[in-house]
């Protein structure tokens, strides 16, 4: 259900960005080659939208409770991009991106019971190939990347035990509170692409996929759009 909710808010903002492009006079601004990036020239970018299939799972050694594994459905994915152009058509990227889980209560065994935050910050650099560099206003791309993806959990555990008969083992009451962190590395590939408003301003949406290494069960994606502006 997560995947399907993400997917619907990247077709919508895709929906919306046609309209913008439909909408642009094609005389605003100045003509295509002084739109795109020239070697040497930084561009600066920020991204928001969603992951697609949810955060990575983090698992928790938390005490009585083994095998516990924290998990969340995204409620967010914001980025802030910086590349450099070595040619008209190839930059290199670096990227930080925070990925927003959800607050989430659950039952334990035993009649107790926790509250989880999930929250995955992602650290990669890679590079961005534009095929049909300075062909319009719209411009394509592909990436691969490397990255970084520190799992951060916050987790309340509440040991209050309902019983009016509790055996001899029994906690009676009290809470804990666990913050763990990990990190796993993740190699990255996605598709974009970008639409100059302007001299060298405009709109771009990205897809991406994250494949963990180690002990993760399954890749994870973002949808995003954003702005963007080069600096020569």
Not at 56 to 75: I, K, W
Not at 117 to 124: F, K, M, P
Not at 194 to 201: A, E, K, N, T, V
Request: hydrophobic letters at 40%; one cysteine or more; aromatic letters at 12%.
């Amino acid at each position: 259900m997560t995947m399907y909710l993400a997917e619907g808010r990247f077709n919508g903002a895709l929906a919306l960005l046609i309209c913008i492009c439909g909408a642009c006079r094609p005389g605003w601004g100045q003509n295509d080659k002084d739109s795109v990036l020239r070697s040497g020239s930084f561009e600066i970018g920020v991204l928001a939208g969603d992951t697609i299939g949810g955060l990575l799972p983090s698992d928790v050694p938390l005490a009585n409770f083994s095998g516990f594994r924290v998990t969340s459905p995204g409620s967010g994915a914001f980025a802030v991009n910086v590349a450099r152009a070595v040619s008209r058509r190839l930059l290199f990227f670096g990227q930080v991106n925070v990925w927003k889980g959800r607050h989430e209560d659950r039952s334990l065994p035993a009649g107790y019971s926790a509250s989880t935050n999930l929250l995955n910050l992602v650290y990669e650099g890679g590079f961005e190939w534009a095929p049909l560099r300075n062909r319009g206003r719209f411009e394509p791309y592909v990436l691969v990347a490397g990255s970084t993806i520190q799992k951060r959990v916050d987790v309340i555990v509440n040991y209050a035990n309902p019983s009016p008969n509790p055996a001899p083992t029994e906690v009676l009451g009290g809470a804990t509170r666990v913050r763990f962190k990990d990190a796993v590395f993740a190699p990255a590939m996605g598709a974009g692409i970008r639409y100059y408003f302007g001299h060298r301003f405009g709109i771009r949406m990205e897809t991406k996929a994250y494949f963990p290494t180690g002990d993760v069960p399954r890749a994870t994606g973002v949808a995003s759009c954003g702005l963007f502006v080069d600096i020569p």
